[in-house]
């Protein structure tokens, strides 16, 4: 909807209301991926690739309900782009993601940087560089490197942070957010 007044409300005054009542419904982790479980609830995900070139806008929840369609398409998008393999994004992190997104009320999509890595990718990048690590999360389709142009390092973190649902490492000189569904933690990189 574009019409504002008293008596319409915005899709996305809609949208900004779940991320808010999410917040205070998921302080823990264990409640984070059910937050506002069968309330009518909708969560959305929209990325794009410099990679790649693609760009995805979806939606892949609707009260309650995982849209595997959805799930199915998210996982194509974050695959290992340097060699196409897949591995199945674990949705506790889309969740995260998408939440965070929300709370930072941004209108640009998330670039990604990095979602899936094969063992092949990640052995090479960690050759390149010790921020790398071995047993990434990346390798389980349970991370992803994100940026957003209109938020600095520390408010994606902050936004991420927020949702207490997995760690988040705030990479400032290459001006991206770590965000997965691992255990609860930060740090800087």
């Known amino acids: 909807m574009t019409k504002t007044g008293s008596n319409v409300i915005s899709r996305r005054g809609i949208l900004r209301g779940f991320a808010a009542a999410s917040l205070c419904a998921a302080p823990v982790y264990a409640n984070a991926a059910g937050f506002l479980r069968g309330s ?18 979806t939606i892949y929840w609707i009260e309650g309900e995982y849209i595997q369609e959805a799930l199915k398409e998210v996982t194509y998008f974050m695959r290992d782009w340097r ?14 993601m998408a939440a965070a997104h929300g709370l930072m009320d941004a209108n640009e999509p998330y670039l990604l940087l990095s979602g899936y890595r094969s063992p092949e990718t990640n052995s090479m990048l960690r050759s390149r560089s010790s ?31 927020s949702c207490s649902a997995g760690g988040v490492g705030k990479y400032r000189g290459s001006n991206f957010v770590h965000m997965d569904c691992g255990v609860v933690r930060s740090w800087n990189g």
Not at 42 to 51: A, H, N
Not at 131 to 141: D, E, R, T, W
Not at 156 to 161: G, Y
């Open 40 to 57: 009518g609830d909708i969560r959305r995900i929209r990325m794009y690739s410099g990679r790649t070139g693609e760009s995805m806008d």
């Open 83 to 96: 060699n196409d393999k897949l591995k199945s994004i674990d949705a506790r992190t889309v969740d995260i």
């Open 131 to 161: 921020g790398v690590a071995k047993n990434s999360l990346h390798l389980k389709g349970q991370a992803a490197d994100l940026r957003l142009k209109s938020r600095s390092v520390n408010q994606m973190a902050q936004a991420a942070q």
